[in-house]
């Protein structure tokens, strides 16, 4: 757990002013449904326990001063509401500006700046979605001192607007949506297309979710993230001209197979494959979770990497080593899988909770053997969405 009160010291030492509040906002995990989503199909994510905090005092001007503790050689970085405009110097404080310009952009009144003091404990590019956790934060301050009244489905679409059109990576709903609408110890089952979504609790009898990161950094906006998505648009366009259908989220397996021969390429013919079976994969992991066949639910992890690996072609050897490794300790994992965008970042297995050193020691030996440095593993829980924390 996070220490409030050095954080606090540390907003003092920043702003030579009190801190008001603290926000959090949890980062995120998705179990199963990859690359589904900006195709019209369904995930299964959690917010977790790690996530961004955020120590806040408003001012009297138009001014934000942000500061991070995770960049503190880049300062507190300073800017105006009448200059919301991306500034490469501005790095990771682009990610609240945008939100703050997102607002504004719908019509709500964003009054005075503030001074914001940022910690996250997600590990920033590991695929745990520390991006969109800080864009969650920065709309739920401005929406709890404003008393903008903007519900938390509202929140996840402008995060999700600020990321597309201020930072330019083209990402999906999930992360914003899993973020704001998190449940302790329960998964979510979002339906893309429409937004409808319910809720799993995840009992894992005698099971755990560790997450494994292979300390391989990416960035989404320089990632082959927007480059799979074009792809999979492109598929849709040539499987539209033989089916009626608005997403790759529509088609069955059966339907695809019979009309993927409208897709022109090879390459293009595989990342839709995935996203038509990785979106049936996630309801039939989804519900082998509800019935508690854990086994099942596993070899559905695996098969999800298998498709990410050789379909969709978003692992790499970082990934696919520390996958790999927790297949080969089939006693005590049922699962594994990369999670989030891929290229880099975490996987997530489920291991038996009685044998967590026993995988987390074998594990680390054998990748640093392989990949030359170590990976790191977390236990966390299942945690609920944004919120504004007691002082
Ligand atoms: C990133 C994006 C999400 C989603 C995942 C892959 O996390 O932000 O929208 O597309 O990758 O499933």
Redesign the pocket.
Known sequence: MTDLTILKNDFYNTFNANCEDIFFSPGRV?LI??????NGGN?FPCAISFGTYGLVSKRNDNKFLLHSLNFKELGTIEFDLSELVYNKEHDWANYPKGVIKTIIDHGYSIPTGFNILIYGDIPNGS?L?SS?SIEVLTATILNHYFKLNISNVDIAKIA?EA?NKFIG?N?????QFSICMGLKDSALLLDCNTLKYKYSPINLDGYKLVIGNTNKKRG?ADSK?NERRTECETALKELQTVVNISSLGDLTIDEFEKFKDSIADSTRIKRAKHAVYENQRTLKAVQALEENKLEEFGKLLNESHISLRDDYEVTGTELDTLVSLSWDQKDIVLGARMT???FGGCTVNLVKSDSIDEFIEFTTREYEKKIGYKPDFYIVDISDGPRKLNL
């Open positions: 998705n449904g990859e690359h589904t989503d900006y995930v695929g979605s969109a999700q990321e990576v990402c999906g709903i999930m992360d989404l993230y989030g965008a891929g």
